[in-house]
């Protein structure tokens, strides 16, 4: 957002150096890139050698047929000899000419020059070269009651100083010149002037066909008509103006729309009134296999959920992004219809997406603009297409809907002042809030202005409102009062991400917003970022995932990540329910993300039981549900090669963590350890062997855990080989081999019984 120096002083009397006005600004309110002299600089003596000059004589170089040999009188004795290149002027013609020492726009110091063996003592200008226009083909002709000699600075817009901001998307009101007026008004409280704008008098009541089928897309279209318009090139204190803000001037109508969309934020269009069949204009969504021209010369074809501005017969724009190439206002249009429309934000930008097609109006639309600044809008370009295109207003239609109330919110200055870290005054509080649009009322309410209804819906954004402009008064000590400790849940969240990191994992930051998410009920943005930023995640799996593509890309091997985040789910509330989640991707497959997984579940003394599952990202037969979530070996499909992958619900974990452990006496006997091969249907579980073998030890059983599954020869077809490792031991004497194969037996026997199992040799 470029910000011209002068025409914010339109607004607000700010009279600072630009430098500090920068800092105060990017501190404060919005960051400031740049400082950018435009034009010429106002340095001593420079500005005195740029003149009103008047061509006395005019005619053919003696050396070059195409270049002109000028006299022209500057205000001084004697007229000064001139070489142009140009042929848009004659003999009496009003010109601008810089004189020799003269320092240019582009920084190069003009001196007298010999042009094919003739003196040029100076330069007639064209309006690139003077940085008010793009026109680079023929020099400026000025009014003719202009008097040679005068100082150009004084009638025409010479230099200025442009600040160019970094405007955050939370701000689209700071993409207007008056919003930035606002707050720098707020910043060193002076008077902001009225918004600017006001409506002349209507000269006819013309009714104007304006239909809106999608009131959810467009909820509010003014249509203005205008008469006996006569178009043009603006006034050069326009196109300076829009230089200094970045745009190309084009005509006066046009440059009129472009004009008030910087000014006060909501772009506009205008049509050639002429051209639309059947004289209206109807706001829809486009059908199937619809198309138009775009003013930049391109065929569009459109997607049904693209909103659309059509007359009788057809799509003619994109709602919000660009004009059409048949109804655009030409040299010719005599009859304009002006367009002041608000539309919602995430269609706008779905379609700006889908067609790769940005602007300077559809990167506003993204952000959201205050539906009521249309009316304004209208006001604004309506009082300069009168005077500047000599048109007549002559009808108007208001379509909306009702428009959203202002929001209320309960503030406290004491709130403030504690959370700021210092003492501020409630009626400086309130005095901030009220110069930046803010309502103070009965009961500790603030009214929120329409602006700033987007990002400013709690307690907490007016606070911060209130100590942005006090930041560098903010002491660097911690808030009084406050004694910090880590909760129960906080407390696990550390011991999970500490038995993660030792067993080799990576902890990854990744996204809460995805392209695409597993839940088809996942929460929707309503105004996204990207296309790519567009859900709020429901499983931490997918970050993860590209995570470890982007290092398989990068040649890293024995990749393990983890990461310890909130996910979003869908809830009746007007806020989705936000759950603490753990997930892990390691490479190895499936066993090694079960041995992480059973070093955090022994970690923290819960009991891990699996049941198998069947889940489409997930191996079939190598995928678990737990209590608290998932454990598989992701699909091919998803992730070439052998990963295993968990993730974890940590509040339900959480409530599994005993809240006393109790701990006994370390076993001073020896264990006896032994291995045992059995037989079994290949649908058994191995952790419903476990378990089986558990129940049949007894006490005395220390350890049971599978150490290899196997099929094939000479495993009988249908079945599979399980390897178990069991280990016995007594808290009170040393086991003999008659103990050990005692309780051998009473496992096998017990396997044999539920499981049909057969104790290979």
């Given at each position: 957002m470029r910000v011209p120096l002068s025409w914010l002083r339109e607004f607000v009397r700010v009279e600072r150096p630009p430098a500090e006005l920068a800092e105060r600004l990017t501190v404060s309110v919005a960051g400031v890139e740049r400082i950018i002299r435009r034009g010429v600089a106002d340095e001593d003596g420079n500005l005195g050698l740029y003149r009103v000059g008047r061509v006395l004589e005019a005619g053919r170089h003696p050396n070059a047929d195409r270049l002109q040999l000028c006299h022209v009188d500057v205000g001084e004795k004697q007229p000064r000899q001139i070489v142009c290149g140009a042929w848009n002027f004659g003999v009496g013609a009003t010109v601008a000419v810089a004189l020799p020492g003269a320092v240019l726009p582009d920084g190069r110091m003009l001196e007298r020059a010999r042009l094919r063996g003739t003196l040029s003592d100076g330069m007639i200008l064209s309006e690139s070269e003077l940085e008010l226009g793009t026109d680079h083909t023929g020099i400026v002709v000025l009014p003719e009651a202009w008097e040679p000699g005068t100082p150009l600075g004084d009638v025409l817009p010479l230099g200025d100083v442009v600040l160019q901001l970094e405007i955050t998307p939370n701000r689209p009101d700071l993409l207007a010149l008056y919003g930035v007026a606002r707050e720098v008004a707020a910043l060193y409280d002076l008077e902001l002037a009225p918004p600017p704008g006001r409506d002349p008098e209507r000269s006819g009541d013309e009714p104007v066909d304006v239909r809106v089928d999608d009131l959810e897309g467009c909820p509010r279209y003014i249509g203005r008509l205008f008469r006996n318009v006569r178009i043009g090139p603006s006034p050069w204190w326009l196109k300076a103006r829009l230089v200094g803000a970045g745009l190309r001037p084009?005509?006066?109508?046009?440059?009129?729309?472009?004009?008030?969309?910087?000014?006060?934020?909501n772009p506009l269009h205008a049509f050639d009134f002429d051209t639309l069949r059947g004289g209206r204009i109807i706001v829809r969504r486009a059908q199937e296999g619809e198309k138009f021209t775009s003013?930049?010369?391109?065929?569009?074809?459109?997607?049904p959920a693209d909103l659309v501005i059509a007359d009788s017969e057809g799509a003619i724009a994109f709602a919000g992004i660009m004009g059409g190439l048949d109804t655009e206002v030409r040299d010719e249009t005599t009859t304009v219809l002006l367009e002041a429309a608000n539309f919602e934000p995430l269609g706008i930008q779905r379609s700006s997406e889908r067609h790769a097609l940005r602007t300077e109006g559809s990167g506003r639309w993204e952000k959201g603009v205050d539906p009521y600044l249309a009316q304004q809008a209208a006001v604004l370009a309506t009082e300069l297409i009168v005077e500047l295109a000599s048109a007549r207003w002559a009808g108007e239609v208001d379509v909306k809907e009702a428009l959203s109330e202002r929001p209320v919110i309960t503030f406290r200055p004491e709130r403030a002042s504690e959370l700021i870290g210092f003492d501020l005054p409630a009626q400086e509080q309130l005095s901030i809030l009220n110069r930046l649009g803010f309502d103070d009322g009965a009961g500790g309410s603030v009214t929120v202005p329409t602006w700033r209804a987007r990002d400013v819906t709690r307690e907490a954004d007016l606070v911060e409102e209130v100590a942005r402009f006090h930041l560098p008064a903010v002491p660097f000590t911690l808030p009084r009062g406050r004694v910090g400790r880590l909760t129960s849940d906080q407390r696990?969240?550390?011991?999970?991400?500490?038995v993660l990191a030792g067993c080799g994992c990576s902890e990854a930051y990744t996204s809460s917003l995805v392209a695409q998410d597993p839940a088809p009920d996942a929460i929707r943005l309503p105004v996204p970022l990207s296309a790519e930023q567009a859900l709020l995640r429901t499983t931490l799996l997918s970050g993860l995932v590209q995570s470890v593509r982007l290092n398989v890309d990068a040649g890293n091997e024995d990749i393990a990540l983890f990461e310890i985040a909130r996910v979003y789910l869908p809830s009746a509330g007007p806020r989705p329910d936000e759950h603490w989640h753990v997930g892990c991707v390691v490479e190895g497959g499936f066993f090694r993300a079960k041995g992480v997984l059973e070093t955090l579940y022994e970690t923290l003394h819960v009991p891990l039981r699996l049941e198998r599952a069947q889940m489409d990202f997930l191996h079939p037969g190598k995928a678990a549900r737990l209590d608290a979530g998932w454990l598989g070996e992701l699909h091919p499909s998803l992730l070439e090669g052998e990963w295993g992958a968990f993730e974890l619900d940590l509040p339900a974990l959480f409530d599994h963590v005993p809240e006393r452990i109790e701990y006994v006496d370390v076993i001073t006997y020896p264990a006896v350890h032994?291995?045992?091969?059995?037989?079994?249907?290949?649908?058994?579980l191995a952790g419903e062997l476990v378990d089986a073998t558990r129940k049949a030890a007894g006490s005395e059983l220390l350890e049971a855990r599978?150490?290899?599954?196997?099929?094939?020869e000479p495993i009988p077809e249908g079945k599979k080989s399980v390897a178990l490792h069991v280990a016995f031991q007594s808290p009170e004497r040393t086991l003999s081999d008659e103990d050990a194969r005692a309780i051998r037996e009473r496992i096998v026997a017990a396997l044999a019984e539920k499981y049909d199992a057969e104790l290979r040799a």
């Open positions: 084009i005509s006066n109508v046009v440059d009129v729309t472009n004009y008030v969309m910087h000014a006060l934020g003013l930049d010369g391109n065929v569009r074809r459109l997607d696990l969240r550390r011991v999970v991400e500490e032994q291995d045992l091969a059995l037989i079994v249907d290949e649908d058994v599978i150490f290899d599954v196997y099929q094939g």
